[in-house]
């Protein structure tokens, strides 16, 4: 078992319902909708999710954007008992954010038109992004909240549904 794993063996780390705040979200078409909840369906089946100073889970957490500036996730164990509200700022997230999305809008242009080698190349780059995006994410939330890295790629993917515009 990695280290990161045995964080979250003890105490019922996990997020076992998550909920966007509905003046966060952004107008949006069907396809953005459906991207939203299969990425909330994801991360509910498995996540590790653990508040430094919580001792036992699971977790209900709230994800809202203030002022499209700050990222608001406010917790709670599933019994209802508050654990702690925390925001991140969302200005180190900004490039990689725009970047995510204009290679995004690449790989769907070259779907119609590009070689199979270049659509994987345009998808590695995308994955990339992802993750670069996902550590960033861990690295922000460090001195608050322990999350594994397929969590941290889940609320990142979420981050960026806040951000889309259709």
Known sequence: MSEEDEKFTDGDHY????????????VTNVEMQHERRVAIFDLLEDNGFRPLESERGPYLVELSLRDSQRLVLDVKRSTGHEIGTYTLSMTPFRRIVKDYFMICESYHNAIRTATSAQIEAIDMGRRGLHNEGSRLLS??????????????RRIFTLICSLHRRP
């Open 139 to 152: 690295d922000s939330l460090r001195n608050s909240i322990d999350v594994d890295f397929n969590t941290s």
């Open 15 to 26: 997020i076992v319902e998550l909920n966007i705040d509905a003046d966060s979200l952004p």
